[in-house]
């Protein structure tokens, strides 16, 4: 089992431009998220799945979207990507909405 | 105002010492989650509890859900445990917490 994949590793995007983060799991969870990572604060949570066929808000969504496309993919897409964005973005798993969670090895993306 | 507290924020050790880290927390919760995320950056899931003690190989976590306060030791730490250790509670509606975390350094 792969656990949680996400593809790219690595992307380096210019102000303006658009791009789709892809997150993949195998263990058959109901539950996905989206979280970003900066320097000295902890995991914020983007967006969330509690299960297939819904997705939330969490607490910084703005200039983000999302699409759970079935039980397995949930995506994140930057629109018009803005320098605020450079961060390192974690997909994660549960079996449940409020279970252990299971992280993805992280995308590095840094917007010019 | 941080629903999730950790300290210390960062920590050295010499190798072989027993290392605590604790989290305090305001939020009501059935359970607290442990993760540790290595200085290359990957995040792994160490423990969720929501009573009592769990124990796996050198690492073990205690919570007290009364006192909201929970602890993760470890026992003859080692350089390959230097990490960033995080706790998370379950998240409530759209509200989910984590705390900063503490870096931990063990010196050979």
């Known amino acids: 089992n792969a656990g949680v994949t996400q593809t790219p590793k690595f992307q380096v995007l210019k102000t303006g431009q658009s791009m789709t983060l892809q997150c993949a799991q195998d263990?058959?969870?109901?539950?996905m998220y989206w979280y970003r990572q900066d320097p000295g604060m902890g995991l914020r949570l983007i967006y969330y799945?509690?299960?297939?066929?819904?997705?939330d808000k969490g607490e910084v969504p703005n200039g983000y979207n999302v699409s759970r496309l079935n039980k397995r993919e949930f995506s994140l897409r930057l629109e018009s990507a803005a320098p605020s964005q450079t961060s390192v973005y974690f997909c994660?798993?549960?079996?449940?909405?409020?279970?252990?969670?299971?992280f993805g090895p992280g995308t590095r993306l840094t917007v010019l | 105002k941080n629903e999730v507290e950790q300290s210390p924020q960062n920590l050295t050790a010499q190798e072989g010492e027993f290392i605590t880290i604790n989290c305090s927390y305001s939020?009501?919760?059935?359970?607290l989650h442990w993760l540790q995320q290595h200085p290359g950056g990957g995040i792994v899931s160490l423990f969720m509890?929501?009573?009592g003690k769990k124990k796996h190989g050198r690492l073990i976590a205690t919570i007290n859900i009364q006192e909201k306060h929970s602890s993760l030791h470890i026992t003859a730490s080692h350089p390959r445990d230097s990490a960033v250790y995080i706790c998370?509670?379950?998240?409530?509606?759209?509200?989910?917490?984590f705390g900063t975390g503490t870096s931990l350094t063990v010196i050979p």
């Open positions: 509890l929501s009573s």
């Open positions: 263990m058959n969870h109901n539950s």
């Open positions: 994660a798993s549960s079996r449940d909405y409020k279970g252990e969670q299971f």
């Open positions: 799945s509690a299960s297939e066929g819904t997705t």
């Open positions: 998370a509670v379950p998240p409530t509606g759209n509200q989910f917490y």
């Open positions: 939020v009501g919760i059935s359970a």
